[in-house]
């Protein structure tokens, strides 16, 4: 069978709630995917940060491999032997002192959010059903019904009210709009370090230690949602790590598996998960020992493969070459490591065409918000790979 073969049957079978590139991949093997076709491409969204590792990484392949023949779920009724082994690492790895193992990042966002309330009700006096958590405008933090209920995309809410109460919705990078917008009854402030799905939209510099400062000042828990950010994409573990700061709960998902399961995990450096007693929450895949095991090695390739100093490294090279670009269609240029977004004027007529061809010359990449083409291959790309990226992404923004 062929593309458009494959097409068809997604189209007849499939809910329509996606428009992806007509390109039908069935092989991956670090930067570069294949499609079922032959025809080779170079992988610049590595699933929205969730294969920073390379796809099918072989070393997490093989413990996926030997896990599933072992042991593979096991609910929480009982122990397994991965589950501590990857709370200490983990834990080590993030300076952090205790886990919540989830699986989609939405499921992470969630269940801080359940804390954080319980933690009010609690620990900081709010009267029960008061709790107010403060999130930013254009945020992307999942896609349930609470987490959509303080979006501010008309798209990802019309239809899905009535939504759930308790949330304040607050300018990002605006640090006094924090401050202005702490209740006696505001439990915690949720926050990406850097706005992904928004467009690549990077704060200005000190505005996480300022939320830090706030949050510490007014008592309140500061959330990073780092789903997105963490794990290597900007240059550190934790983009927290660029400002020197600790956030309180931090949440964690996509690339905490190399792509190959749905792992996610709420980080904590105090005592806010402690506010959760046996059968308070739950999960039944959360923490089972298949995730375990590949996010245990997923993480270990991170570290001893390099691949956070390569992040840092190659994505200041990509920036500075995206730079020397001279082009009509280019507005700004913006990232951190190899978190990076082109945004184009109005005029260029928005980002997609341009995927769109890139995609014929073999880079994938998506527009996010219409005017943004957002890079971010994953963490293993060479200097001479850049290069070939950068032939194709000058040739498309200047002929465009
Ligand atoms: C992807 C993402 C989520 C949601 O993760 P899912 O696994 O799709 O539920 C939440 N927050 C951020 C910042 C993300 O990028």
């Known amino acids: 069978m062929?593309?458009?073969?494959?097409?068809?049957?997604?189209?007849?079978?499939?809910?329509?709630?996606?428009?992806?590139?007509?390109?039908?991949?069935?092989?991956?093997?670090?930067?570069?995917?294949?499609?079922?076709?032959?025809?080779?491409?170079?992988?610049?969204?590595?699933?929205?940060?969730?294969?920073?590792q390379g796809h099918c990484h072989p070393k997490i392949a093989a413990v996926m491999k030997e896990q599933a023949e072992k042991l593979t779920l096991t609910s929480r009724a009982f122990r397994n032997d991965q589950l501590g082994l990857f709370y200490k690492e983990l834990c080590e790895l993030t300076h952090s002192h205790t886990v919540l193992p989830m699986n989609s990042g939405a499921e992470a966002v969630e269940s801080a959010i359940k804390a954080v309330r319980k933690w009010g009700y609690r620990e900081h006096?709010?009267?029960e059903g008061r709790a107010e958590v403060i999130a930013c405008e254009n945020n992307f933090h999942g896609r349930t019904i609470t987490i959509v209920g303080f979006s501010t995309e008309p798209q990802y809410?019309?239809?899905?009210?009535?939504?759930?109460?308790?949330?304040?919705?607050?300018?990002?990078?605006?640090?006094?709009?924090?401050?202005?917008?702490?209740?006696?009854?505001?439990?915690?402030?949720?926050?990406?370090?850097?706005?992904?799905?928004?467009?690549?939209?990077l704060p200005p510099d000190g505005y996480l230690r300022e939320v830090r400062r706030i949050c510490d000042e007014r008592g309140?828990?500061?959330i990073t949602d780092e789903i997105q950010t963490g794990?290597?994409?900007?240059?550190?573990?934790?983009?927290?790590?660029?400002?020197?700061?600790?956030?309180?709960?931090?949440?964690?998902?996509?690339?905490?598996?190399?792509?190959?399961?749905?792992?996610?995990?709420?980080?904590s450096n105090q005592e806010v998960l402690g506010v959760f007693q046996p059968g308070d929450h739950g999960s039944t895949f959360g923490g089972n020992p298949m995730a375990c095991a590949v996010a245990r090695v997923a993480l270990r390739v991170l570290v001893e493969e390099g691949m956070i100093e390569n992040a840092a490294k190659m994505g200041d090279y990509f920036l500075s070459c995206l730079r020397t670009v001279k082009s009509p269609n280019i507005k700004e240029i913006r990232g951190r490591g190899l978190m990076i977004g082109v945004e184009l004027?109005?005029?260029?007529?928005?980002?997609?065409?341009?995927?769109?061809?890139?995609?014929?010359?073999?880079?994938?990449?998506?527009?996010?918000?219409?005017?943004?083409?957002r890079i971010a291959p994953p963490l293993v790309i060479r200097r001479e790979e850049i290069d070939w990226a950068m032939e194709r992404i000058a040739t498309v923004l200047t002929q465009g």
């Open 157 to 201: 809410r019309d239809g899905y009210s009535p939504f759930t109460p308790g949330f304040r919705v607050i300018p990002f990078g605006n640090s006094q709009a924090l401050e202005q917008a702490i209740t006696p009854n505001t439990v915690a402030f949720l926050v990406e370090p850097i706005q992904g799905e928004a467009g690549i939209i």
């Open 231 to 267: 794990l290597g994409r900007t240059g550190k573990m934790l983009a927290e790590e660029h400002e020197g700061i600790e956030a309180d709960l931090t949440l964690i998902g996509k690339a905490l598996s190399g792509g190959f399961y749905p792992v996610s995990a709420v980080l």
């Open 220 to 222: 309140i828990v500061m």
């Open 125 to 127: 006096g709010v009267p």
């Open 345 to 373: 004027v109005e005029e260029a007529g928005g980002a997609r065409r341009f995927c769109e061809a890139l995609s014929a010359r073999g880079l994938l990449c998506k527009e996010t918000h219409k005017n943004v083409i």
């Open 2 to 52: 062929h593309t458009q073969g494959y097409i068809q049957l997604e189209n007849e079978f499939g809910a329509m709630n996606y428009r992806p590139l007509d390109i039908v991949l069935t092989r991956g093997q670090g930067i570069w995917v294949w499609d079922v076709d032959g025809n080779k491409y170079m992988d610049c969204l590595s699933a929205y940060s969730a294969v920073n």
